[in-house]
Each structure stands twice: as C-alpha cells, then as structure tokens.
C-alpha cells in the first residue's frame, strides 16, 4: 500500500523557472513531511520539512506548501538551477511513530541551461 | 568526513549465499535505520534502533533477514540464502537525540546472481 505517491516520475524545467515537485499522501495521522534530494551514487540528502500545523514552510530558493485537508504537498524551487538536476523525495512520518519515514517514488528533476 | 557511512558499496553474490552489510553512523546519534530501495521506487523501512534496542521491524524483514546493533554504534544487517528478488540497494539511516531528520548513507547495492 503506496501511502505516500509522486504522480510524476519526471519534470523538465528551464535554468531561471520555478520547479514544482508534487506529493500526495492517504494516512490522515501522517503530520511531519520532508523533501529528500538525491544524486546518483549516493544516499538522499535532506532539503526541507514542514509539520503539520503549518501550511508553509522556506528555506532559500525552497519551499514547501501542506494542503492538509486535500493530503496534497508540493515543493517550489525558484530560480531553478542545472545543479537542482536530481531525483526528489518526498517523505511523511506519523504522530504514532515518527521515526518510520514513507517515501514516495520520486520525480526526476531536469533542469535544462 | 563525519557522515554516514556504508560497507561495501556494491555486493554481487549467487542466490543462496548469506550476505553482511555494515553500517557507521554518524557519531553520537543514537537512532539508526534501515531501508530497501528498489529501482523506480523510493526507500522502504526495514527496522530502526534505538541504541542497541531493535524497536521494530517492517514485515519486508523476513526470518532470512537480521540485523544486529551490539553496542549502539554500528550496525549489520546480514541476508541469508539471498534470492534474486533481494537485489536492491540497502541504505542506512541515523538520527541525533530529538531530532526529526534521517541522514542517509551512500548504501549498499546487492546484486544477487
């Protein structure tokens, strides 16, 4: 059961424009979400978090927007980058047990020059 | 470098041989993870530790899956009989006291034959 789902296994974007990266997730009791990056040969590298008492949450070019009553996140970066050019992660944990993370399957960002 | 770290990288090994993967996490954190990540998907849970206590496991761990955390530092998790549908890369995890974040390893990735 894919709890946590990124229906876009790949995103395309221009150097300069926003990237935005979606997440939705289906357990309610889900409250802490997180961004992972990751590079080829190697592990996920944290990017951003956000709780669930917030909607909002920006860290530099990153931001992550919770819509909790739709279980929809989504992550904007602007200005994208070529060095952004990575597979993103999302990630939620529950309020019965944080330290099990549920990852989505990943999007693919291309950021083109 | 002070971040987690795995051994070996790469593993190929013929179906029906135990395999070991050893895992350092970074110094003083105290919780350590384990995740399965399958290509095309994101990581899944196996098991966490807390210290040296196992405080749960995945059903994905079968009974030919152990891992062990003998003096709360490092980390093994050893595959028995290894079927080809183990072949995956095998991350680990660590967390400091009260924090939220996972930060990863570069992983093992198992080839089984």
């Known amino acids: 059961d894919q709890q946590v789902k990124q229906n876009s296994p790949s995103l395309s974007v221009q150097e300069g424009r926003i990237s935005i990266l979606n997440c939705d997730y289906t357990?309610?009791?889900?409250?802490?979400f997180l961004w992972y990056k990751k590079y080829p040969a190697e592990g996920p590298t944290f990017l951003i978090s956000?709780?669930?008492?917030?909607d909002k949450n920006e860290d530099g070019r990153f931001t992550v927007f919770l819509n909790k009553s739709a279980k929809h996140l989504s992550l904007h970066i602007v200005p994208s980058q070529p060095g952004d050019s990575a597979v993103y992660f999302c990630?939620?944990?529950?309020?019965?047990?944080?330290?099990?993370?549920?990852f989505g399957s990943g999007t693919k960002l291309n950021v083109k020059p | 470098d002070t971040g987690v770290s795995q051994d070996p990288r790469h593993k190929i090994t013929k179906r029906g041989q135990n395999v070991t993967f050893r895992c350092d996490p970074i110094?003083?954190?105290?919780?350590l993870y384990w995740y399965r990540q399958t290509l095309g998907q994101g990581p899944e849970f196996l098991t966490y530790?807390?210290?040296?206590?196992?405080?749960?496991k995945s059903r994905l761990l079968s009974d030919r899956f152990s891992a062990e955390r003998p003096k709360g530092s490092f980390s093994t998790l050893e595959i028995q009989r290894t079927e080809q549908g183990d072949s995956a890369m095998y991350l680990c995890?660590?967390?400091?006291?009260?924090?939220?974040?996972?930060?990863f390893g570069p992983g093992t990735r198992l080839t089984v034959l």
């Open positions: 110094s003083e954190h105290n919780r």
């Open positions: 956000i709780s669930s008492i917030k």
């Open positions: 357990n309610s009791m889900f409250d802490y």
């Open positions: 995890a660590s967390s400091p006291p009260g924090g939220t974040e996972q930060f």
């Open positions: 530790f807390q210290n040296e206590a196992q405080l749960e």
């Open positions: 990630a939620a944990s529950g309020v019965d047990n944080f330290n099990k993370f549920y």
